[in-house]
């Protein structure tokens, strides 16, 4: 049985779990005012609960997913309790505070920066194991702190790749007004946080020659945050009159699966990336994916080709890689298919389920191992 303290994005994990485990959610949206319950409250209802469940549940564990104040809180109810602690990391935590808030005063980004940095450490301290989304995020713990390897088994996230099948072409098209015999060329970002969307900036001369040359192409860019504004006129100043009306921000977009289905070829340029969600829908939208170098995104690409790259560095790579998938719709069909194909078989819910199962099961064993040598060694 998982005891699961998500509170943001428990669905991308929360199916996958259910394949293998018994998941209590620890923060269900139906609770009424449960968000709202003071710091001690707050404690003492989840003390009570875990106290309850483990009378009757010798195998509990309970898992926090990414790092903050009340997951240290969750953390200290479960070792005070006797009960193994997981860490889902998610995000890149180094620095997180200065790239989201990039635009607050100095003395404060600092101020917030070092709170964050002082919880991410507690936290990892406290957990018997953590279970990053990624390898670039595992590599990224082991330079950052001194937690043995063997405690860290990274786990994607898994794709529903049936939200796809079920979406109709063309609502993203119309509500965008793009014509019909239009192609579009999609990226998906955060403008919260800055070397997110400072990729779209430092490769856009090459996607703007691209569109230069085939007029019959569209650059979409879908998001929102705090930077909208700030990024869109900084990404505008560098078009042209004449190819403006072809690049298009949306802002906030849902349901995505409208923008991913519809579109032709989606890139993904960032300089912040533990992962990238938005590479396993494009995949699993069927479409073919170009990234740049960075963080997690070049494991999620199980197929790669030499042309075109489908993971680029130089900014003339790109170029290379677009202009031979504007020019060839049999070869967007044909990596999109294969695509598909990979991530139909490797992130499903019960695939990333049983994968944290084995991972689970694996770090409890070298837990108990542990015990067990640290018990022989007093007794010794």
């Not at 964050?116 to 279970?131: F, N, V």
Request: some cysteine; aromatic content about 12%; overall charge positive.
């Amino acid at each position: 049985m998982i005891y699961l303290y998500c509170p943001q994005r428990k669905e991308r994990i929360i199916t996958a779990l259910n394949m293998y485990f018994h998941v209590i959610d620890a923060n269900p949206a139906s609770r009424k005012g449960f968000s709202k319950l003071t710091a001690v409250a707050w404690v003492l209802h989840h003390y009570s609960v875990l106290r309850k469940l483990r009378k009757d549940n010798p195998s509990l564990i309970v898992m926090v997913n990414s790092l903050a104040h009340r997951q240290i809180a969750m953390g200290m109810i479960a070792k005070s309790l006797h009960l193994p602690l997981f860490v889902r990391l998610r995000g890149g935590m180094w620095r997180e505070f200065s790239d989201k808030w990039h635009f607050k005063p100095f003395p404060i980004k600092q101020f917030f920066s070092g709170y964050l940095s002082l919880c991410h450490r507690l936290m990892l301290s406290l957990a018997d194991g953590i279970i990053p989304v990624s390898y670039f995020l595992k590599n990224q713990i082991i330079c950052k702190t001194d937690i043995d390897l063997g405690e860290i088994i990274p786990v994607y996230n898994p794709i529903n790749s049936t939200a796809f099948d079920e979406t109709q072409e063309g609502n993203f098209r119309n509500n965008l007004k793009i014509p019909e015999h239009a192609k579009i060329m999609l990226t998906v970002t955060n403008f919260n946080y800055y070397k997110k969307y400072m990729g779209i900036t430092y490769y856009l001369p090459a996607i703007l020659q691209v569109l230069r040359e085939n007029q019959n192409w569209y650059f979409i860019i879908v998001g929102a945050g705090y930077s909208f504004e700030r990024a869109r006129k900084s990404i505008l100043e560098m078009v042209t009159e004449d190819m403006k009306d072809r690049i298009i921000f949306t802002g906030y977009y849902k349901p995505i699966e409208e923008a991913f289905t519809d579109a032709d070829i989606v890139v993904n340029l960032a300089f912040r990336e533990t992962l990238g969600m938005v590479i396993l829908e494009a995949q699993a939208a069927g479409k073919p994916v170009v990234v740049n170098d960075f963080g997690g995104m070049p494991e999620l690409l199980q197929n790669r080709y030499d042309k075109p790259s489908c993971v680029i560095k130089e900014i003339s790579e790109l170029y290379q890689s677009l202009t031979t998938l504007v020019n060839s719709e049999e070869l967007r069909e044909f990596i999109g298919r294969k695509n598909r194909q990979a991530v139909a078989k490797k992130f499903t819910n019960e695939s990333i389920g049983h994968e944290f199962y084995r991972c689970i099961n694996s770090l409890i064993g070298k837990q108990q191992k542990c015990r067990s040598s640290q018990i022989a060694e007093k007794l010794s």
